[in-house]
């Protein structure tokens, strides 16, 4: 596949897709960590080169994502290899609704994202998904097949994935160049990874106190608040049925209800209900397979194809002639979001964001679409602030970039890489040492032990972290002491089943082409 043409900005007279200048290197130095399992580290390009440039020239190869397939979780998260949870963008409703109030704020507005509170029902986060539905779906793809040969074409497509996990976590990886101990909201990473076959799986990880941690800020009334206008944005902007988009908005009625929902809601929010896409793209040299949520997509009028669209929701911003000290911590504070919208959109291949702008009561007052490749442009230097004048009334022109994709882009790849590579090492070499071990154990009691390793990235953020789990940790932390059924490290037993047949099966139509090729 050639590398993408979407043309994230190189340097005046520098190729698009330059390699990096500087490389942040990894160290090993178990007498001076304070872990002896960790096995590596990868320092911080600012770190490592000592100075607070840009370490990168220009961003990694990036290929087009090709979608390979989806599938649906229902409303009691089952999950279904089909599009039956698929939902289309209409937009938000007319802003006709006068404001409560009046003086302080625009003298109408749209939806009130208030709407269904008292309905919403939430998954329960407690419960391990791992990578399963991701993992399923592409066995599935492989063995929905109708011959072995169709079989072998699909299944290569895994089989030739560097990496295989969701859309979120290689979001997280690649902002990891920008986080900082100082911010509001830091995001540290914590993964568990495992090579089987040659590919890597990454899972997110999240520790007992920190799942009640998260459990606690979910439960707080404001935080669930402010959680739940982002699903009633997209209930408001989508409809179940393509045909629906061109209809009117007016109110519709429940039958357990005798009120009208307000016009444009399309049914009360569940967040079991998901439909994901399943998409192949490479970065740099990692080749991934990566799943994520979509939030809905739109037939484009040009080329009648569906086209996947992104949903979000944000504060409004304060115009700079009213309170400019208050407009520069709004926009700042919006333009460091733009990083993790564009990311989301940008490996998945979702070319519209949608933003729903709000204020505190939680009333839509405006939105904007913003195309996600020209969303780098916004906030890099050269370029003139959206909303702000000079003395003169002209536009003022950016000094310095808030953020760069070439760097988000440029770690993000190094991570991978340094990861994979580490794996991969200690992998085969773990799998080589207990190999009479594992045949007496999977004889005796059919278990498969595989080794497990877990990636840290936390303040002050200066290096990335990757040490083995011991088996114990393995049964409680990863395999949730068995609850969540029988695993190979924290794959299903039966996805670890299938990939050690479909590894034989490719194995043995080599072999049988190479012998065909000697054949006089």
Same mark, same amino acid.
């Given at each position: 596949?050639?590398?993408?043409?979407?043309?994230?900005?190189?340097?005046?007279?520098?190729?698009?897709?330059?390699?990096?200048?500087?490389?942040?290197?990894?160290?090993?130095?178990?007498?001076?960590?304070?872990?002896?399992?960790?096995?590596?580290?990868?320092?911080?390009?600012?770190? %490592?080169?000592?100075?607070?440039? !840009?370490?990168?020239?220009?961003?990694?190869?990036?290929?087009?994502?090709?979608?390979?397939?989806?599938?649906?979780?229902?409303?009691?998260?089952?999950?279904?290899?089909?599009?039956?949870?698929?939902?289309? *963008?209409?937009?938000?409703?007319?802003?006709?609704?006068?404001?409560?109030?009046?003086?302080?704020?625009?003298?109408?507005?749209?939806?009130?994202?208030?709407?269904?509170?008292?309905?919403?029902?939430?998954?329960?986060?407690?419960?391990?998904?791992?990578?399963?539905?991701?993992?399923?779906?592409?066995?599935?793809?492989?063995?929905?097949?109708?011959?072995?040969?169709?079989?072998?074409?699909?299944?290569?497509?895994?089989?030739?994935?560097?990496?295989?996990?969701?859309?979120?976590?290689?979001?997280?990886?690649?902002?990891? *160049?920008?986080?900082?101990? %100082?911010?509001?909201?830091?995001?540290? #990473? %914590?993964?568990?990874?495992?090579?089987?076959?040659?590919?890597?799986?990454?899972?997110?990880?999240?520790?007992?106190?920190?799942?009640?941690?998260?459990?606690?800020?979910?439960?707080?009334?404001?935080?669930?608040?402010?959680? *739940?206008?982002?699903?009633? &944005?997209?209930?408001?902007?989508?409809?179940?049925?393509?045909?629906?988009?061109?209809?009117?908005?007016?109110?519709?009625?429940?039958?357990? !209800?005798?009120?009208?929902?307000?016009?444009?809601?399309?049914?009360?929010?569940?967040?079991?209900?998901?439909?994901?896409?399943?998409?192949?793209?490479?970065?740099?040299?990692?080749?991934?397979?990566?799943?994520?949520?979509?939030?809905?997509?739109?037939?484009?009028?040009?080329?009648?194809? %569906?086209?996947?669209?992104? #949903?979000?929701?944000?504060?409004?911003?304060?115009?700079?002639?009213?309170? &400019?000290?208050?407009?520069?911590?709004?926009?700042?504070?919006?333009?460091?979001?733009?990083?993790? &919208?564009?990311?989301?959109? *940008?490996?998945?291949?979702?070319?519209?964001?949608?933003?729903?702008?709000?204020?505190?009561?939680?009333?839509?007052?405006?939105?904007?679409?913003?195309?996600?490749?020209?969303?780098?442009?916004?906030?890099?230097?050269?370029?003139?602030?959206?909303?702000?004048?000079?003395?003169?009334?002209?536009?003022?022109?950016?000094?310095?970039?808030?953020?760069?994709?070439?760097?988000?882009?440029?770690?993000?790849?190094?991570?991978?890489? &340094?990861?994979?590579?580490?794996?991969?090492?200690?992998?085969? !070499?773990?799998?080589?040492?207990?190999?009479?071990?594992?045949?007496?154990?999977?004889?005796?009691?059919?278990?498969?032990?595989?080794?497990?390793?877990?990636?840290?990235?936390?303040?002050?953020?200066?290096?990335?972290?990757?040490?083995?789990?011991?088996?114990?940790?393995?049964?409680?932390?990863?395999?949730?002491?068995?609850?969540?059924?029988?695993?190979?490290?924290?794959?299903?037993?039966?996805?670890?089943?299938?990939?050690?047949?479909?590894?034989?099966?490719?194995?043995?139509?080599?072999?049988?082409?190479?012998?065909?090729?000697?054949?006089?």
């Amino acid at each position: 596949m050639p590398a993408d043409k979407r043309g994230l900005d190189a340097p005046e007279g520098e190729p698009p897709f330059k390699r990096l200048t500087h490389i942040a290197t990894t160290t090993i130095n178990t007498a001076t960590m304070s872990d002896e399992r960790v096995i590596a580290t990868l320092k911080h390009p600012r770190v %490592e080169s000592g100075f607070l440039g !840009s370490p990168f020239s220009a961003p990694p190869t990036f290929q087009q994502p090709t979608p390979l397939c989806s599938f649906s979780f229902d409303e009691n998260r089952k999950v279904w290899q089909d599009d039956r949870c698929k939902r289309f *963008y209409r937009g938000p409703p007319p802003y006709n609704n006068r404001h409560p109030q009046q003086g302080r704020a625009p003298p109408v507005f749209g939806a009130d994202l208030n709407y269904g509170l008292d309905r919403y029902v939430r998954r329960d986060d407690s419960v391990p998904e791992h990578l399963d539905a991701l993992v399923t779906a592409l066995q599935h793809r492989t063995e929905a097949a109708t011959s072995e040969t169709e079989r072998n074409e699909l299944d290569q497509e895994r089989r030739r994935a560097d990496v295989v996990t969701w859309r979120g976590i290689i979001t997280k990886i690649c902002t990891a *160049y920008d986080q900082s101990p %100082e911010a509001r909201f830091a995001d540290p #990473l %914590e993964l568990n990874a495992m090579m089987l076959d040659g590919t890597l799986y990454l899972e997110e990880y999240a520790s007992a106190s920190a799942m009640a941690e998260k459990q606690k800020k979910e439960d707080d009334p404001k935080m669930k608040r402010m959680g *739940y206008y982002g699903y009633s &944005f997209e209930s408001y902007c989508t409809v179940d049925d393509e045909a629906q988009t061109h209809e009117p908005f007016r109110p519709t009625r429940r039958k357990e !209800s005798a009120l009208p929902d307000p016009p444009g809601w399309s049914g009360d929010v569940n967040t079991n209900v998901q439909w994901c896409q399943v998409v192949k793209t490479k970065l740099g040299d990692n080749r991934l397979v990566i799943g994520g949520e979509v939030d809905a997509v739109e037939r484009n009028k040009s080329t009648g194809r %569906e086209e996947m669209v992104e #949903l979000k929701t944000s504060m409004q911003m304060t115009p700079f002639h009213r309170n &400019f000290g208050k407009a520069l911590s709004d926009q700042e504070r919006f333009e460091k979001k733009l990083l993790k &919208f564009f990311l989301q959109s *940008y490996l998945l291949g979702i070319g519209k964001i949608v933003v729903g702008f709000r204020d505190f009561h939680g009333l839509l007052t405006t939105h904007q679409e913003f195309e996600t490749l020209r969303i780098p442009r916004m906030v890099r230097a050269g370029q003139p602030i959206a909303g702000r004048m000079d003395h003169a009334g002209k536009a003022v022109i950016r000094q310095d970039s808030v953020w760069e994709p070439k760097d988000s882009l440029g770690f993000g790849d190094q991570i991978l890489s &340094f990861i994979r590579k580490t794996i991969a090492t200690h992998t085969t !070499s773990s799998l080589r040492a207990n190999a009479t071990e594992q045949i007496k154990e999977t004889a005796a009691s059919g278990n498969v032990n595989h080794p497990v390793f877990r990636i840290t990235y936390k303040p002050p953020f200066e290096r990335v972290e990757m040490r083995t789990l011991s088996e114990n940790e393995i049964i409680e932390e990863v395999q949730d002491s068995g609850r969540s059924g029988e695993r190979v490290g924290f794959l299903p037993r039966s996805f670890y089943d299938f990939v050690q047949s479909r590894a034989a099966a490719a194995a043995a139509a080599a072999a049988a082409a190479a012998a065909g090729s000697t054949q006089p």
